[in-house]
């Protein structure tokens, strides 16, 4: 079974909108969560990564006050598009890194947002 | 320049066939390399996982191989079916830099009947 659960796994929104994605570790602890980004045929697109219990770290080009990451916990963490656009649309993995040498790492399943 | 190459870029086999996919990578030291297989619209799902110290590492018809000496890896496909389709990651955990692991662009394999 999954070992990352991530929801929703696809989501359809107006413009302007603001869209939660929860990624969740089911029977580790995760360390480290990172978001990715993904288009069509194209390789993934690594957004942030967070560690829980502090701020996430951005990658360039990436706006912290549009996409905010919340790592409260070692099993949750979550991604708000905030004020979604089309250009939003996107498929979004999490992954989580967890055990003791840092050697678990799982990808969710992905979400797939439509902006209208 | 990245530091993870993957190639053939993408490629074309019968079913049945096996094929090979090429992971070059400049990370150093390294902590792990693993292989993903990520379907159309799906995460990525582990294959593989060696620590430096491994040379092989199997799982069913998927076989991945690793040569930390020239760094390089390889995952091979046996009797390749059709639900292998998909694009397979290399990805290099580094040994310091704790957090940031590095990405292959994939090999977009394409099985046909």
């Known amino acids: 079974g999954a070992v990352v659960s991530q929801h929703p796994s696809r989501v359809i929104c107006k413009s302007g909108t603001s869209v939660k994605i929860e990624c969740r570790s089911l029977d580790f602890q995760a360390t480290t969560m990172f978001w990715y980004r993904q288009f069509p045929k194209q390789s993934l697109m690594l957004m942030a990564t967070s560690n829980e219990g502090s701020k996430a770290t951005y990658e360039q080009g990436v706006e912290k006050d549009k996409f905010l990451i919340n790592h409260a916990s070692l099993t949750l963490s979550t991604l708000t598009v905030t004020s979604a656009h089309p250009e939003d649309s996107s498929f979004y993995i999490c992954?989580?890194?967890?055990?003791?040498?840092?050697?678990?790492?799982?990808f969710g399943s992905g979400t797939q947002l439509s902006v209208l | 320049k990245n530091q993870v190459e993957q190639s053939p870029q993408s490629l074309i086999i019968l079913e049945g066939k096996n094929c090979t996919l090429q992971?070059?990578?400049?990370?150093?030291?390294?902590?792990?390399l693993r292989w993903y297989k990520q379907d159309t619209g799906r995460g990525p799902v582990s294959l593989t996982i060696m620590t430096f110290s491994e040379n092989t590492k199997s799982n069913g018809r998927y076989t991945a191989t690793l040569d930390a000496d020239t760094k390089q890896s390889s995952l091979h496909i046996t009797a390749s079916q059709l639900s292998d389709s998909a694009s397979y990651i290399c990805?290099?955990?580094?040994?310091?830099?704790?957090?940031?692991?590095?990405f292959g662009k994939g090999n977009q394999v394409v099985v046909i009947p």
């Open positions: 992971c070059n990578y400049t990370v150093s030291p390294f902590s792990n």
């Open positions: 992954s989580a890194r967890g055990g003791k040498t840092n050697e678990k790492l799982f």
């Open positions: 990805v290099v955990s580094p040994y310091y830099g704790n957090n940031r692991l590095a």
